[in-house]
């Protein structure tokens, strides 16, 4: 594989390893990841530095960095097209995360919803990471100098975020960073909770019937599916606002299948509830059963996954370290020989 074809534009996202993936994860961001993998430069790592925010048992966190790593494979990235690595493994991030840091206001960063939603979640564990979490992601970013970067909607404040920072940094010390811009999915960008519906689908819920896990076998997923929170009208219908339970079925029924919201309609008229859960949960069941299977012959390789994050660590290395050494220079840090 060359280093880059400079032709191509450049995609970049993470996504972090505190859990088994949801199918949230996968149909707002991964699912996408996949499909862009001829048409871009595609770079997609694992955040692990972004999971320290939260507190996970350190044996835990190696297994769920491991085990997110052979997910993204076992999703359909492929390493033969895509840069795929553990943040970690290329310590550019942590360096930049720190410019990027001295860059961030204080005021900007209090405004971010994912703290405040995440502080309320973990009142005890309050710390520092989860204040400049942007400002890491931000770094991220602007290392590879991404075009496009593919997420759900609940990331659209951090990447407007990046843009802002990466835009004063180039006022300040001179153009060196593309400004990022959003890639969301047509449907999918935002899976609500199956119990819940008015809030999204997070690998952290305690409801494990809130969240499917694209680990999931079908038994567990039509479960999950039947007792899923509908309402009373029993009307298959789009109205985020009056029936959210039944908008976020279809929305997931529309990113699997691909058909539009009135098609769903059509398709459902005259039937009730019942036979509408059925068919979305098989879709899913159907969509994610060859993931289980790849997550589970690729877990048994583990030579294959640590050469595969080797080759992935160095080759992103060597890009980033291209503009941390940019960076560096213009902030006035003196660079060794
Ligand atoms: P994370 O690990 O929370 O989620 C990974 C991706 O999944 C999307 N997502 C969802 N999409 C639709 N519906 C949902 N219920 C849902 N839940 C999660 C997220 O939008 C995301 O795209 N901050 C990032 C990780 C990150 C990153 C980056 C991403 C770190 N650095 C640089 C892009 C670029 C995060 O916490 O994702």
Redesign the pocket.
């Known amino acids: 594989m060359s280093e880059e074809s400079a032709e191509k534009k450049i995609i ?5 390893p ?1 859990g088994v993936f ?1 199918l ?2 996968y ?4 699912k996408s990841w996949k499909d862009l993998q001829e048409a871009y430069n595609c770079y997609y790592f694992i ?1 692990d530095l ?1 999971s320290l925010t939260i507190h996970i048992d350190p044996v835990k966190r190696r297994q769920q960095t491991r085990q997110a790593f052979a997910l993204l494979l076992a999703c359909g990235i492929d390493t033969e097209k895509s840069l795929v690595f553990v943040q970690s493994h290329n310590k550019c991030h942590a360096e930049m995360g720190w410019i990027m840091d001295c860059c961030s206001q204080f005021g900007e960063l209090s405004r971010m919803t994912q703290f405040k939603d995440k502080s309320q979640k973990h009142p005890d564990n309050i710390n520092a990471g989860l204040f400049t ?1 942007p400002a ?2 931000a770094g ?2 602007l290392l590879y100098q991404a075009d496009y ?7 659209t404040q ?1 990447l407007e975020f990046t843009r802002d920072v990466a835009t004063r940094f180039n006022h300040t010390y001179g153009e060196i960073f593309k400004l990022p811009e959003g890639y969301f999915p047509k449907a ?5 909770s199956l119990q819940d519906p008015t809030s ?4 952290s819920d305690t409801n494990p019937k809130a969240t499917i896990s694209i680990l999931d076998d079908e038994k567990t997923i039509l479960r999950k599916f039947k007792s899923a929170v509908t309402d009373s009208d029993a009307e298959v219908r789009y109205d985020v606002e009056n029936k959210p339970g039944v908008s976020n079925l279809m929305t997931i029924y529309s990113a699997i299948t691909g058909k539009t919201m009135d098609e769903i309609t059509g398709e459902f008229r005259g039937k009730g509830y019942g036979d509408f859960k059925q068919t979305v949960g098989q879709a899913v069941a159907d969509e994610l059963k060859p993931i289980r299977e790849k997550f589970d012959e690729l877990m048994n390789d583990r030579a294959f996954l640590d050469a595969e994050m080797k080759k992935g660590a160095e080759r992103a290395t060597r890009i980033a370290s291209k503009t941390l050494t940019k960076a560096k220079k213009r902030v006035g840090l003196l660079l060794e020989n």
């Open positions: 970049l996202s993470g996504i972090q505190t949801t949230g994860n149909l707002g961001a991964v955040a972004h979490y890491l992601m991220d970013i970067v593919p997420v759900g909607a609940d990331q951090h999918g960008a935002r899976v609500m999204k689908m997070s690998k």
